[in-house]
């Protein structure tokens, strides 16, 4: 059974920075492209970023330029390192496929405040 496993959040200053992991186990990285999402408070998941086999990257509007999507495929571990960090970036991030193929892990909450 594939499960997902993030963690790395935290409280943390605005302009701080945090590394963000996911753990797959039960399952391989190696044919998915593979994404991060956050859902902020009050509001619906959202796609931040994704990146696919060849290390190619997308990202959205919001966080390009402050976020690093990478992954270890060999470890099955996707991360994401999140600079310049702003209130707005408060959430729960969530990794997945690209098409959120697999059950939804239990996130791991990011919360930017002073």
């Known amino acids: 059974q594939v499960q997902l496993v993030e963690s790395g959040g935290g409280l943390v200053q605005p302009g701080g920075s945090l590394t963000l992991s996911c753990k797959l186990s039960g399952g391989s990285f190696s044919f998915y492209a593979m994404a991060w999402y956050r859902q902020p408070p009050g509001k619906e998941r959202e796609l931040i970023a994704h990146?696919?086999?060849?290390?190619?990257?997308n990202y959205a509007n919001s966080v390009k330029d402050r976020f690093t999507i990478s992954r270890d495929s060999a470890e099955n571990t996707l991360y994401l390192q999140l600079d310049s960090l702003r209130p707005e970036d408060t959430a729960v991030y969530y990794c997945n496929t690209l098409s959120a193929r697999w059950t939804w892990g239990q996130g791991t909450q990011v919360t930017v405040s002073s």
């Open positions: 990146i696919i086999s060849d290390g190619s990257t």
